[in-house]
């Protein structure tokens, strides 16, 4: 089946390309939540949620890139969206300062509470530390990262999907690393 | 600590991305997909009686009481008019006003 048929088919609202459609791409969409998201029960809310927009939004797919780069881009940005949201849910009466860089434990930030089956027991304290430190990077470089070296997604992939031109999410992934470097220092810095 | 050692922990972070192994996604997440889609139909249908609101359910409701009230009241009447009419009928005791030969 042609990608023209199965988006023809989807505004159909025709539910047995839809299951085909989740069949193929629903392993892949978890990926990518379980690198924003360190829980797998809110992945799947999101998987959920991504295929539910598929469903309802097709109709105002216009067809000027790939159908799994729509998905995906409904994919990063539910993930932020739910990250945003929850962040502000868990500050409600602790506001963090402000202009501060610090990722160290802080109880107002969803990045408190981890449930990724993917950790290895003793790389857990690791990888918390990795996606405390990913997630206070401004969400560009946040988005870029994540997608690179977390979901496997190539600087061209991660171009389309994010509407930036290749140098750019270049650019973007050069100032992560070292920030992401910078912010590592600090953070053991004061924990030693 | 001294920098090489921070260094060191900051590259161990840094490499433990590698070892972050792929989950799996649970099996009845496309059965739970495909029921939340029908359950999308029916909000949609809910959403098309939304206008319908209790408030408008209970003015409805008493129009109708109202109306079938005032039927019946009327309906009552008119029998009981008829039903007199047909006794005087019986009984011949309709007034003549016609004159007599007496």
Redesign the interface.
């Known amino acids: 089946m042609t990608e023209e048929t199965i988006i023809e088919q989807l505004k159909l609202k025709n539910?047995i390309v839809?299951?085909k459609l989740?069949?193929s791409y629903?392993?892949k969409i978890?990926?990518t939540c379980?690198s924003f998201v360190p829980n797998?029960e809110d992945?799947?809310d999101l998987?959920?949620e991504v295929?539910?927009e598929v469903?309802?939004s097709i109709h105002k797919f216009k067809g000027n890139s790939k159908l799994s780069t729509w998905i995906y881009r409904i994919t990063t940005n539910k993930c932020l969206e739910f990250i945003r949201k929850r962040n502000t849910k868990k500050r409600s009466g602790f506001l963090r300062p402000l202009f501060s860089d610090d990722f160290s434990i802080d109880k107002t930030n969803y990045f408190t509470e981890f449930n990724?089956?993917?950790?290895?027991l003793e790389?857990k304290e690791?990888?918390e530390?990795?996606f405390r430190?990913i997630n206070s990077l401004p969400e560009s470089q946040c988005v870029v990262f994540t997608l690179h070296?977390?979901d496997g997604k190539s600087y061209q992939e991660i171009a389309v999907i994010t509407n930036k031109s290749l140098s750019s999410v270049e650019s973007i992934m050069f100032r992560a690393k070292k920030n992401?470097?910078k912010r590592?220092?600090n953070y053991?810095?004061t924990e030693? | 600590m001294s920098n090489p050692e921070i260094d060191k922990k900051v590259k161990a972070t840094l490499d433990a991305i590698e070892t972050i192994e792929d989950v799996r996604v649970s099996s009845f997440l496309k059965d739970r997909i495909l029921a939340s889609t029908n359950n999308t139909d029916t909000v949609e249908m809910d959403n098309l009686w939304s206008w319908f609101t209790p408030s408008l359910q209970f003015i409805i409701l008493v129009v109708f009481m109202v109306l079938n009230i005032y039927t019946c009241i009327n309906l009552d009447a008119e029998d009981y008019n008829a039903s007199v009419d047909e006794f005087i009928e019986a009984y011949n005791l309709v007034e003549d006003n016609g004159s007599t030969i007496f």
């Open positions: 539910t839809f299951s989740i069949d629903q392993q978890f990926g379980m797998k992945a799947e998987v959920q295929f539910l469903f309802d990724h089956p993917g950790f290895l790389n690791l990888n530390t990795l430190a070296k977390l992401l470097q590592l220092e053991y810095k030693f």
